[in-house]
């Protein structure tokens, strides 16, 4: 059980609005499309009408229309601070 908690990330996806997402390279981005299928990747770039991410070296195009829901990795502190008194714990019951 410790073992799945410690190797948790620190980062969340947090929901955002399509339009309210700035163009900023680099971000991860996590992509449900009306499908269901889920695409993640690093934000390349965005307009009105679609957005491009890089997946694995390769960009792919996803249109506004096919987007069901999206969401940027976001630093989480209260997933960090977990990690870091789970550690302790650990530490101090050896």
Same mark, same amino acid.
């Given at each position: 059980?410790?073992?799945?908690?410690?190797?948790?990330?620190?980062?969340?996806?947090? /929901?955002? #609005?399509?339009? =309210?997402?700035?163009? @900023? +390279?680099?971000? $991860?981005?996590?992509?449900?499309?009306? !499908?269901?299928? *889920?695409?993640?990747?690093?934000?390349? /770039?965005? #307009?009105?009408? =679609?957005?491009?991410? @890089? +997946?694995?070296? $390769?960009?792919?195009?996803?249109?506004? !229309?096919?987007? *069901?829901?999206?969401k940027?990795?976001?630093?989480?502190y209260?997933?960090?601070?977990r990690?870091i008194?789970?550690?302790?714990?650990?530490?101090?019951?050896?």
């Amino acid at each position: 059980m410790l073992i799945l908690i410690s190797l948790q990330s620190c980062f969340t996806y947090k /929901s955002v #609005n399509y339009n =309210s997402i700035i163009n @900023e +390279k680099n971000k $991860k981005i996590k992509v449900t499309k009306i !499908d269901k299928t *889920n695409i993640k990747g690093r934000l390349i /770039s965005i #307009n009105k009408k =679609s957005m491009v991410l @890089e +997946k694995k070296g $390769k960009n792919q195009t996803i249109v506004k !229309d096919e987007i *069901n829901e999206v969401k940027i990795r976001k630093f989480s502190y209260l997933k960090t601070l977990r990690f870091i008194g789970l550690g302790l714990i650990r530490t101090i019951f050896r």
